[in-house]
């Protein structure tokens, strides 16, 4: 199949009667940046899983093609997971706790398509992601499911009153499902169903559009996280005895290293090659901060062994960094930072960190291969860490569909 310009005549609005529809390859759902596609329709309908997926078009864009796959999932398995997590209290819930409840989610859909067009692979560029939640199952969601529309929350006056909009009599409220109706609409889908909604975008392999011959989607599961036991350990040598929560095997995990240690403050500074408007602007928006800098680094091995893409080791804690000045009251609705981000800085500034007194450690011959953590960041050195295990298993088989 060769497409060609012309074929906008044939395809995408015209074919379908929206003359306001419109995907872009930089676009998403909601983007109208770049220039309009050519949909092309697909209707493939396919099981994977425990949901039902359609690619109902992809489209023809002049960087590439763009796919949407939307899982159909059963309102009853939804409302069955919004009766057993109603009015989830999130501030009393563990880490582990809130896992689980992400991981039962019928709208949990994660996975990574491969597109393969006339038997090569394109590469994936982005994905966006929409979620639809039928009218039997909305009035049940009181926060367990995050897949939403995002909450608006009312302007507020001086003495913490919401402020009346006089315009609000005159113009309805707008609908916060809006673009997810739209698309049932456009394709023909039962909203009856809970949907979620993916539209990836892969640019060409080629340098120029190549003509159409043969196209196919391959679907791979994210790997689901199951949470592990709790542990501490004093130093190298120390030995954590646990069981696989999937196949019972016994393991041991042996310390090797074991290090308290201290990033460079100047991990957290901006950039020298900012430009003194940017950091005036930066410093306007998120007032200035003071990081915590004291982490432990742990180099351990897993007998027998298990891959690292099966078992992670993270910490139970961390301290959040301090605000020295606030930002402008304009800007009150900024998300405050959190040491997920001093925790990203760290691994990254490994060069830069090291102990005054260097490495303590323990070598053991034909153990697993050595594996190295680090904590979250503390303000305080010595502090003592919790570790926690987080294990990730593949549970959905990869599938190959032809589409075209």
Not at 236 to 258: A, K, M
Request: aromatic residues 10%; hydrophobic residues 30%.
């Amino acid at each position: 199949m060769d497409i060609q310009k012309d074929d906008r005549k044939t395809c995408g609005k015209e074919q379908t009667g929206d003359r306001d529809w419109k995907v872009t390859f930089e676009g998403g759902f909601y983007g109208q940046r770049g220039r309009r596609g050519i949909e092309i329709p697909v209707g493939k309908t396919f099981s994977w899983g425990k949901e039902i997926w359609h690619v109902p078009a992809v489209y023809w864009c002049g960087k590439g093609l763009v796919a949407d796959i939307f899982a159909e999932i059963d309102p009853e398995r939804v409302r069955a997971f919004l009766e057993r997590y109603r009015d989830p209290e999130e501030d009393r819930l563990t880490e582990e706790e809130q896992e689980r409840i992400q991981q039962e989610s019928p709208l949990e859909t994660g996975f990574q398509p491969e597109i393969i067009l006339n038997g090569r692979k394109l590469r994936g560029v982005e994905g966006n992601g929409l979620c639809w939640l039928p009218e039997s199952c909305r009035e049940m969601d009181a926060g367990a499911l995050n897949d939403g529309p995002a909450e608006e929350y009312p302007e507020l006056d001086n003495d913490g009153d919401p402020v009346e909009d006089p315009a609000a009599e005159e113009y309805p409220a707008a609908d916060p499902y809006e673009e997810e109706r739209r698309l049932l609409e456009h394709y023909g889908l039962d909203p009856a169903k809970a949907w979620s909604m993916n539209r990836w975008s892969f640019s060409w392999a080629t340098k120029r559009p190549p003509k159409l011959r043969s196209l196919s989607l391959t679907m791979k599961r994210d790997r689901v996280c199951i949470p592990g036991i709790r542990f501490t350990v004093r130093g190298p040598g120390d030995q954590i005895p646990f069981i696989h929560p999937s196949t019972g095997e016994r393991h041991v995990l042996t310390v090797l290293e074991y290090q308290e240690e201290e990033m460079d403050r100047k991990a957290f500074e901006a950039p020298e090659d900012m430009e003194q408007e940017e950091r005036r602007r930066l410093f306007r928006r998120m007032g200035e901060w003071e990081y915590p800098t004291h982490l432990t680094a742990m180099t351990y091995a897993v007998s027998p062994e298990i891959s690292r893409r099966e078992l992670q080791i993270r910490d139970c804690g961390g301290d959040r960094p301090r605000r020295i000045l606030p930002r402008e009251p304009e800007d009150r609705f900024l998300p405050e930072a959190k040491n997920d981000v001093c925790v990203m800085a760290g691994a990254s500034a490994i060069g830069i960190i090291g102990g005054a007194d260097g490495p303590t450690a323990i070598f053991m011959a034909g153990k697993g291969e050595p594996c190295g953590t680090f904590s979250s960041l503390y303000f305080e050195p010595g502090k003592p860490v919790e570790w926690r295990m987080r294990f990730y298993e593949k549970r959905v088989e990869d599938l190959e569909v032809k589409l075209l």
